[in-house]
Protein backbone atom coordinates (compact mmCIF):
# COMPACT_ATOMS: atom_id res chain seq x y z
CA UNK A 1 0.00 0.00 0.00
CA UNK A 2 0.77 3.59 -0.01
CA UNK A 3 3.83 4.89 2.43
CA UNK A 4 5.57 7.85 3.44
CA UNK A 5 8.88 7.93 5.31
CA UNK A 6 10.24 11.24 7.00
CA UNK A 7 13.10 12.27 8.80
CA UNK A 8 12.76 11.55 12.27
CA UNK A 9 12.97 14.82 14.71
CA UNK A 10 13.48 16.48 15.66
CA UNK A 11 15.98 18.97 14.04
CA UNK A 12 16.93 21.62 16.20
CA UNK A 13 18.40 24.64 13.96
CA UNK A 14 19.48 28.55 15.17
CA UNK A 15 17.16 31.42 13.36
CA UNK A 16 18.50 32.21 9.78
CA UNK A 17 19.68 28.54 9.23
CA UNK A 18 18.83 26.75 6.35
CA UNK A 19 16.33 24.11 6.67
CA UNK A 20 16.32 20.51 5.06
CA UNK A 21 13.37 17.85 6.30
CA UNK A 22 13.09 14.56 4.10
CA UNK A 23 10.50 12.93 3.28
CA UNK A 24 10.30 9.83 0.37
CA UNK A 25 6.93 7.78 -0.31
CA UNK A 26 5.79 4.62 -1.75
CA UNK A 27 2.23 4.54 -4.14
CA UNK A 28 1.10 3.07 -6.79
CA UNK A 29 -0.37 5.11 -9.60
CA UNK A 30 0.66 8.89 -9.67
CA UNK A 31 0.07 10.64 -6.36
CA UNK A 32 -0.49 14.59 -5.47
CA UNK A 33 2.16 15.38 -2.60
CA UNK A 34 1.87 17.46 0.40
CA UNK A 35 3.62 19.12 3.43
CA UNK A 36 1.48 20.20 6.29
CA UNK A 37 2.34 22.01 9.75
CA UNK A 38 1.34 21.87 13.10
CA UNK A 39 1.45 24.34 15.85
CA UNK A 40 1.15 23.26 18.99
CA UNK A 41 -2.34 22.56 20.03
CA UNK A 42 -3.73 23.42 16.73
CA UNK A 43 -4.34 21.21 13.73
CA UNK A 44 -3.00 20.72 10.28
CA UNK A 45 -2.39 23.47 7.50
CA UNK A 46 -1.43 22.91 3.88
CA UNK A 47 1.82 24.26 3.56
CA UNK A 48 1.96 23.36 -0.16
CA UNK A 49 1.26 20.32 -2.80
CA UNK A 50 2.98 19.54 -6.30
CA UNK A 51 0.35 17.50 -8.22
CA UNK A 52 3.01 16.01 -10.74
CA UNK A 53 6.40 15.12 -11.25
CA UNK A 54 8.58 18.15 -11.41
CA UNK A 55 6.42 20.28 -9.69
CA UNK A 56 7.46 23.00 -7.38
CA UNK A 57 5.36 24.50 -4.75
CA UNK A 58 5.89 26.91 -2.51
CA UNK A 59 5.24 28.65 0.41
CA UNK A 60 6.07 31.31 2.85
CA UNK A 61 9.20 30.63 1.84
CA UNK A 62 9.10 26.93 2.22
CA UNK A 63 9.69 24.94 -1.28
CA UNK A 64 9.31 21.08 -2.28
CA UNK A 65 9.86 19.81 -5.36
CA UNK A 66 8.35 16.78 -6.49
CA UNK A 67 11.06 14.16 -7.93
CA UNK A 68 9.46 11.14 -9.31
CA UNK A 69 12.47 9.40 -10.08
CA UNK A 70 14.08 9.26 -6.65
CA UNK A 71 10.26 9.20 -5.04
CA UNK A 72 11.14 11.87 -2.99
CA UNK A 73 9.61 15.52 -1.85
CA UNK A 74 11.88 17.32 0.52
CA UNK A 75 11.04 20.41 2.48
CA UNK A 76 13.49 23.05 2.16
CA UNK A 77 13.71 26.82 3.35
CA UNK A 78 16.84 28.93 3.27
CA UNK A 79 16.59 30.87 6.40
CA UNK A 80 14.27 29.53 8.97
CA UNK A 81 12.74 31.95 11.65
CA UNK A 82 11.34 31.01 15.45
CA UNK A 83 7.99 30.82 14.08
CA UNK A 84 8.55 28.23 12.09
CA UNK A 85 8.67 25.74 15.02
CA UNK A 86 6.27 23.45 14.50
CA UNK A 87 5.42 19.81 13.54
CA UNK A 88 5.63 19.06 9.63
CA UNK A 89 4.30 16.70 8.14
CA UNK A 90 4.65 15.00 4.41
CA UNK A 91 1.68 13.20 2.77
CA UNK A 92 0.05 11.84 -0.22
CA UNK A 93 -2.69 11.28 -2.38
CA UNK A 94 -3.27 8.78 -5.01
CA UNK A 95 -4.33 9.67 -8.15
CA UNK A 96 -7.49 6.71 -7.40
CA UNK A 97 -8.14 8.16 -4.08
CA UNK A 98 -9.31 11.24 -2.32
CA UNK A 99 -7.91 10.06 0.94
CA UNK A 100 -4.50 11.46 2.47
CA UNK A 101 -1.99 9.30 3.75
CA UNK A 102 0.92 11.31 6.15
CA UNK A 103 4.01 10.44 7.40
CA UNK A 104 4.67 10.37 11.37
CA UNK A 105 5.65 14.08 11.20
CA UNK A 106 9.24 15.90 12.11
CA UNK A 107 9.15 18.42 14.75
CA UNK A 108 11.46 21.72 13.91
CA UNK A 109 12.84 23.37 16.88
CA UNK A 110 14.58 27.28 15.97
CA UNK A 111 16.23 28.98 18.22
CA UNK A 112 16.80 32.92 18.36
CA UNK B 1 -16.07 32.35 6.26
CA UNK B 2 -16.00 30.17 9.28
CA UNK B 3 -13.52 27.24 9.29
CA UNK B 4 -13.84 23.35 9.83
CA UNK B 5 -15.55 23.67 13.51
CA UNK B 6 -15.19 20.32 16.03
CA UNK B 7 -16.77 20.21 19.49
CA UNK B 8 -15.79 18.98 21.80
CA UNK B 9 -12.10 20.41 22.00
CA UNK B 10 -10.99 17.91 25.03
CA UNK B 11 -13.01 14.50 26.44
CA UNK B 12 -11.81 12.50 29.08
CA UNK B 13 -13.75 8.88 29.04
CA UNK B 14 -13.50 5.58 30.89
CA UNK B 15 -12.83 2.36 29.00
CA UNK B 16 -15.88 0.62 27.78
CA UNK B 17 -17.95 4.02 27.48
CA UNK B 18 -19.03 5.31 23.99
CA UNK B 19 -18.06 8.83 22.84
CA UNK B 20 -19.71 11.19 19.71
CA UNK B 21 -17.69 13.67 18.24
CA UNK B 22 -18.94 16.50 15.99
CA UNK B 23 -17.97 17.88 13.22
CA UNK B 24 -18.92 21.83 10.96
CA UNK B 25 -17.65 21.22 7.72
CA UNK B 26 -15.65 24.38 5.96
CA UNK B 27 -18.50 26.89 4.57
CA UNK B 28 -20.02 24.99 0.84
CA UNK B 29 -17.99 22.20 1.56
CA UNK B 30 -19.70 18.78 0.89
CA UNK B 31 -17.37 15.82 2.07
CA UNK B 32 -15.89 15.35 5.64
CA UNK B 33 -13.27 12.88 6.42
CA UNK B 34 -12.20 11.34 10.25
CA UNK B 35 -8.43 11.07 10.75
CA UNK B 36 -6.75 10.13 14.10
CA UNK B 37 -3.69 11.08 15.40
CA UNK B 38 -1.96 9.15 18.02
CA UNK B 39 0.83 11.27 20.55
CA UNK B 40 4.20 11.15 18.29
CA UNK B 41 2.28 10.25 15.24
CA UNK B 42 0.84 10.87 11.77
CA UNK B 43 -2.81 11.00 11.09
CA UNK B 44 -4.34 7.90 9.78
CA UNK B 45 -7.66 7.51 7.90
CA UNK B 46 -10.44 6.17 9.26
CA UNK B 47 -13.67 7.37 7.16
CA UNK B 48 -15.29 9.65 4.77
CA UNK B 49 -18.67 10.55 4.06
CA UNK B 50 -19.82 12.59 0.88
CA UNK B 51 -24.19 12.60 0.21
CA UNK B 52 -24.62 11.46 3.98
CA UNK B 53 -22.93 7.74 2.98
CA UNK B 54 -19.62 6.10 3.92
CA UNK B 55 -17.55 6.47 0.87
CA UNK B 56 -14.08 4.97 2.05
CA UNK B 57 -13.04 3.42 4.91
CA UNK B 58 -9.35 3.40 6.64
CA UNK B 59 -8.07 0.25 8.85
CA UNK B 60 -10.36 0.67 11.80
CA UNK B 61 -12.56 -1.55 13.54
CA UNK B 62 -16.25 -1.39 13.53
CA UNK B 63 -16.72 0.51 16.74
CA UNK B 64 -15.80 3.18 15.02
CA UNK B 65 -18.96 4.83 12.70
CA UNK B 66 -20.21 7.94 11.78
CA UNK B 67 -22.83 9.84 10.39
CA UNK B 68 -23.32 12.71 7.89
CA UNK B 69 -26.20 15.17 8.21
CA UNK B 70 -28.28 16.99 5.45
CA UNK B 71 -26.41 20.27 6.51
CA UNK B 72 -22.77 18.34 5.85
CA UNK B 73 -21.84 18.59 9.23
CA UNK B 74 -20.71 14.80 10.37
CA UNK B 75 -20.53 13.20 13.74
CA UNK B 76 -18.01 10.20 14.49
CA UNK B 77 -19.22 7.56 17.11
CA UNK B 78 -16.44 4.93 18.59
CA UNK B 79 -18.08 2.79 20.87
CA UNK B 80 -16.50 0.40 23.67
CA UNK B 81 -13.56 2.48 23.97
CA UNK B 82 -10.05 1.06 24.43
CA UNK B 83 -7.22 2.52 26.26
CA UNK B 84 -5.64 2.65 22.38
CA UNK B 85 -8.18 4.89 21.45
CA UNK B 86 -6.76 8.01 23.51
CA UNK B 87 -5.72 10.32 20.45
CA UNK B 88 -6.14 13.79 18.85
CA UNK B 89 -9.21 13.06 16.20
CA UNK B 90 -9.28 15.43 12.98
CA UNK B 91 -12.11 16.33 10.88
CA UNK B 92 -11.27 17.46 7.38
CA UNK B 93 -13.80 18.81 4.58
CA UNK B 94 -13.11 19.47 1.01
CA UNK B 95 -15.46 19.35 -2.22
CA UNK B 96 -17.04 16.60 -4.40
CA UNK B 97 -15.93 13.23 -2.82
CA UNK B 98 -12.37 15.11 -1.25
CA UNK B 99 -10.79 15.40 -4.87
CA UNK B 100 -9.80 19.21 -3.92
CA UNK B 101 -7.80 20.63 -1.12
CA UNK B 102 -8.61 19.01 2.71
CA UNK B 103 -9.11 21.41 5.27
CA UNK B 104 -8.78 20.26 8.81
CA UNK B 105 -10.37 21.48 11.55
CA UNK B 106 -8.71 21.83 15.12
CA UNK B 107 -9.63 18.50 16.39
CA UNK B 108 -11.24 16.83 19.76
CA UNK B 109 -8.26 15.43 22.03
CA UNK B 110 -9.99 12.38 23.44
CA UNK B 111 -8.33 11.11 26.74
CA UNK B 112 -9.91 7.43 27.57
CA UNK B 113 -8.90 6.14 31.63
Known amino acids: GDSVTQMEGPVTLSEEAFLTINCTYTATGYPSLFWYVQYPGEGLQLLLKATKADDKGSNKGFEATYRKETTSFHLEKGSVQVSDSAVYFCALRNSGYSTLTFGKGTMLLVSP | DAGVTQSPTHLIKTRGQQVTLRCSPK?????VSWYQQALGQGPQFIFQYYEEEERQRGNFPDRFSGHQFPNYSSELNVNALLLGDSALYLCASSLYGGRYEQYFGPGTRLTVT
Open chain 2, 27 to 31: SGHDT
